[in-house]
C-alpha cells in the first residue's frame, strides 16, 4: 500500500502545502491585522537548522518552527546503497550511492548525498545551504510522485526549481519519462555543483531517457535568473516541507 501523499498541481506546479496550515494562519492573520512572517520564520528556521548542523547536532529539534524541519530521515519511497565503483582512481568514489525506487524499482539514478561538514564561511557567503544538509522528504516524495505520474511528463520540457545538492525529483524524470528536456536549478552554488556531477554520472551510465538535462544556478529573488526562464517550461516544480 502506497504512502498517503499530500500534494496538488496547479498550473504545472507540483506543490507540497499544508492547507489547514496556510487556512488557519490567513484566518489568523486577518482577525489581527498583521501582515504574514513567514518568509522571516522561514529565513529564521533555515538559520537554525544550519546552525545546529555545523555544531553537529540533531536537526530534529523542537526549537525549530516547523517550516523546513526534517523531523524524520525518510519515507522509505527509496533504497540507497553504495554505488559500485567504475573509477577505483577517482577519489570521490566513496561519495556516490545509488537510490531506487522501492515502488518502481526499475527506476534508479546514482547520487552525492552527503557533501561533508558546512563550513561558516560558507554559511555566510552563500544562498541558503539548506539544500546542502540532506535529501528532504518532500523531495522523496515528489520524486515518487513524478515516478507514479511519468506519463504526464513525456515530450514536455520540465523545470525543478530548488532542488537542493540531489534534484532526486527533477532527476527521476530525466530518467524515466521521455521528457523533452529537464533543468534543474538551485539558488546555491555548491549544490549546483554536485548536480552537474550527478548528471554526467547518470548520463555516462545510460540511465536517462531524456536527451537534454542540464543544471543551473537559479535564485528566486534574482529578476535576471527568473526572467530568463520565463515562459519556457511546460512544467515547473518544487517541493518543501
Known sequence: MEPEQNHQVVNGVTTEKSTTAANDRHSSDEGTGHQPTQGTDVAR???????????????????????????????????????????????????????????FPQYSAFLR?????????????????????????????????CLKKRHMFRGLSVCELGGGMTCLAGLMIAVCADAREVILSDGNEKAIQNV??????????????????????????????????????????????
Request: charged fraction near 25%; glycine fraction near 2%.
Open 45 to 103: 528556521a533555515r538559520w537554525t537548522i544550519l546552525r545546529q548542523v555545523l555544531k553537529q547536532k540533531q536537526v530534529d529539534s523542537k526549537k525549530v518552527p516547523q517550516v523546513s524541519v526534517r523531523r524524520f530521515s525518510s519515507f522509505n519511497l527509496f533504497s540507497r546503497s553504495r554505488a559500485t565503483t567504475p573509477d577505483p582512481n577517482d577519489p570521490s568514489e566513496g561519495q556516490w550511492v545509488e537510490y531506487r525506487s522501492a515502488f
Open 113 to 145: 548525498d552527503n557533501l561533508g561538514p558546512i563550513r561558516v564561511t560558507e554559511v555566510l557567503n552563500s544562498f541558503d545551504n539548506t539544500g546542502n544538509v540532506c535529501v528532504w522528504p518532500s523531495e522523496e516524495v515528489m520524486a515518487h510522485y
Open 196 to 241: 552537474r556531477s550527478v548528471i554526467d554520472r547518470n548520463r555516462q551510465a545510460g540511465l536517462f531517457t531524456c536527451p537534454d538535462v542540464s543544471s543551473r544556478v537559479v535564485r528566486w529573488d534574482s529578476e535576471s535568473d527568473v526572467s530568463a526562464l520565463e515562459s519556457c517550461f511546460d512544467v515547473v516544480m518544487c517541493a518543501d516541507w
